[in-house]
């Protein structure tokens, strides 16, 4: 966009472009005019906020803090190392489901939320009829919990239910997080659809894709995430809403696992299961996000309880609240209402369809994934709207709310610069910036299932009430 | 670049850029003041083609035969069907082979290519040792043809034997072209290494890799290798030295079918078997190489045999010559002496131990794929050398040398654009600018292997030399 600096540049009377500071007024005016602008996005903070951004950044403790915080997650080394049940892994029982983000019970529980509860109940034999599985979860008897304060994530309303296969993501210091396995698309419980399709989908989950995947990955041995996560950003995957490419690695990289525990005296597969399992797996895409979330939550996780740290540790939904949480605030959620994505829709739905974003899938984001990739996915745009500019706008807007790149996950259209990482949410509240996320669409009444796909933001409010109990804590000179 | 249509426009009195055309001193003595400069490459047309320029573009049918050899290659729709062995295929038998480029004797042979009959005598066990293949080649005894006279192609030296399994390829109109299967990296016969390893996989390729491969891709039915490259092309592979998502895709694809013959009662194969094909495959990331190889070729052939057409329809290296047929002068062969690679080199090796360009490869060139298609691969500058800018200047360079766009295969960094697809001779006669190639480099010395990896570019007079056969036909008034 520069001019050059010879000395012809001298002779320049008129601007190349404008750039506009937070004044898409004056952006549209230059525009109509046909005068080239380069519009930035920043709002004054708001004003309940100035004494917290002054009282954070004046905290001795935020830049070691923060560094302490980036370095841990970009230290991480996520490893998917097995595959086992939600009652195994999480310990959950009769009446205990977990859900996608922020707590959430019944009465305040979206349409999609709702859905996949009874959706969970009827699988898990808890109820026979829709109608009785309402009752249940209505009456309270079915005790609610977020993934995230089980160390565990899932797409969409998230729920898991104590037979449910989960993966199993370890890290370098022994730490792990759990990921439900992706039901794949049409008429799924994530999206809150229910009745024997999805229940039959679930079981054959439950007892052949979970532990022929399991013995697959033993025999295997752990799978590198953070390579594979550089492999599929190096090709065109964002890992949120596109992950194409790291589905077919991981299939590539276990398949002659999978197929070597036919004749394996222990294992013992039936050949005809494993096929189905690779079947199963060619035919979704998306099959992969689930590890990526388990990654991410790993990653999240590790910088999470540092004292005096304003790095955004969770963003996640549970289809009524959006919420996020900061390394310096411990387990504290701040939350807000969650918008309704603007996007493509689906044949025969339209915006009026559609549910506020849910789903513990922003993960991806908070790790400087999906949303904050798509420079390096163009053709994302294709799923979730715009053009190939906005995609890399996109990114290029996100370094403006970071403390670092990504050291290993490097974008080649950006000249192979890391992902935008370790997103700060003082920098969001001096700027009034906040994330991008790209997400599906779910109905937002019950049973629907996905509607579309686009992108949603964060309200603002989320990270000026954790800015607040950040800056609390510095008052109080402990965490 | 554009400085807005604008009231203020009209007060510009300093060049936004200089768009220098052919004129490289110009454009350096304007960066040195600091004035931005557009480099377009450009030459005039070499004195003795000017008849020819002239000659070719009256010709009446010229732009209806280009349109039609166009609208062939891009209606082509290749399907990848089968694997047999290239003496079912292509009928070689004892002391016949096929290898890359135009037509070749041992006399005239590179080191590779030398290497490569050494390596195929010593499999078929025409010979016990390397002296006695070497005799015997020498003795003119092995029977030379190319590849493209066989409705075939072969990576590098390209050598075909009669046991070699071959991929099928087949046409929307019933035609085939047929590709050998990618050996991996290291001592392979196609870079010129020869003895027991690449014996013994060579074998193993005949044996188990091919057979199972046939009775898997029979299974699953045709692949549409159409779709397949659109959908590399969209995840930073550009069908030449970056195979990375096709061969994943293709793996992900013919997992489940490869797994159903273990238990299927006609193929019977032992699941370990298909687990080391899986694993062969896996552990090469330019497996699909061939297969985009094969497609190629069959696209290409698509345009042939148009009378009056100066679409480039093969473009082929045998290590000593370059060569190139177009559209309206039949099966002739252009030739002249092959470059060597500009690019990086494998640890301990440099520009000195690389070979002439080498391999029928330049087939993905020729459809608009590898070099042309680079800026939407911009991870391949690892591989072959320069930044992401020079990835995408290759491929909008080369749209001065096309008649079109693929209509599938686009690029998403360029907005969705099709690849550049239909080379034109006479647009590169007369502007003197040559296609790109990006390549794998032999070493010289019989036996060595890879060495490196880089850019090449044709010899002009391979262009020169078609026009003026064209033109020639053009006075004749025949094909």
């Not at 706008?393 to 403390?403: D, K």
Request: hydrophobic share 45%; aromatic share 4%.
């Amino acid at each position: 966009m520069s001019a050059g600096a010879g000395p012809l540049a001298d002779l320049l009377v008129a601007p190349e472009a404008v750039i506009t500071v937070g004044a898409p007024t004056l952006d549209e005016a230059l525009a109509a005019q046909g005068v080239p602008t380069v519009p930035v996005e920043w709002r004054p903070p708001p004003a309940g906020s100035v004494a917290a951004v002054a009282e954070v950044t004046a905290d001795q403790r935020l830049a070691q803090a923060n560094r302490t915080a980036i370095d841990r997650m970009a230290g991480a080394r996520p490893r998917l190392v097995d595959v086992r049940t939600a009652a195994e892994l999480v310990g959950i029982g009769r009446h205990q489901l977990l859900h996608a983000g922020p707590p959430v019970e019944w009465g305040a529980a979206s349409g999609p939320l709702r859905g996949a509860i009874i959706g969970a109940c009827l699988y898990e034999g808890w109820a026979a009829t829709p109608d009785a599985a309402e009752r249940i979860a209505g009456s309270g008897a079915v005790e609610l919990s977020p993934c995230h304060d089980h160390a565990s994530v899932g797409p969409m309303a998230g729920i898991v239910s104590p037979s449910m296969p989960m993966w199993v993501v370890e890290a370098a210091d022994g730490r792990t997080s759990r990921s439900t396995l992706n039901e794949g698309l049409g008429k799924v419980l994530r999206y809150g659809a229910f009745g024997d399709t999805v229940t039959e989908r679930l079981r054959w989950m439950e007892r052949v894709l979970g532990p022929i995947l399991a013995s697959g990955l033993r025999r295997h041995g752990p799978v590198d995430l953070g390579a594979l996560i550089a492999s599929m950003v190096a090709m065109g995957d964002e890992g949120h809403n596109r992950n194409r490419a790291g589905t077919s690695l991981l299939v590539r990289a276990l398949a002659p696992d999978l197929v070597r525990t036919v004749e394996d005296g222990k294992a013992g597969n039936r050949a005809g299961d494993v096929a189905d399992v690779l079947a199963f797996i060619d035919a979704n895409d998306h099959f992969l996000l689930n590890v990526v979330m388990g990654a991410a939550k790993l990653v999240a996780d590790a910088g999470a309880g540092v004292p005096g740290s304003s790095v955004v540790v969770a963003m996640a939904r549970n289809g009524t609240d959006f919420g996020i949480r900061i390394a310096g605030t411990g387990e504290r959620w701040f939350t807000a209402p969650a918008a309704v994505p603007d996007g493509l829709y689906l044949g025969g739905f339209g915006p009026d369809d559609a549910n506020a974003d849910i789903g513990d899938s922003a993960i991806t984001e908070t790790v400087g994934l999906g949303g904050f990739a798509m420079a390096g996915a163009p053709a994302i745009v294709q799923l979730v709207g715009g053009d190939v500019d906005d995609a890399r706008g996109w990114t290029e807007l996100m370094y403006e709310l970071t403390l670092a790149e990504h050291p290993t996950w490097t974008l080649p259209p950006l000249g192979f610069r890391g992902v935008p990482f370790g997103i700060d949410a003082l920098r969001v509240v001096r700027t009034g910036v906040v994330p991008i996320i790209n997400t599906g669409i779910a109905g937002r009444v019950a049973g629907t299932g996905q509607v579309g796909a686009g992108l949603v933001r964060p309200p603002l409010e989320c990270f000026t009430a954790a800015l607040a109990a950040l800056a609390e804590s510095a008052r109080a000179g402990r965490p």
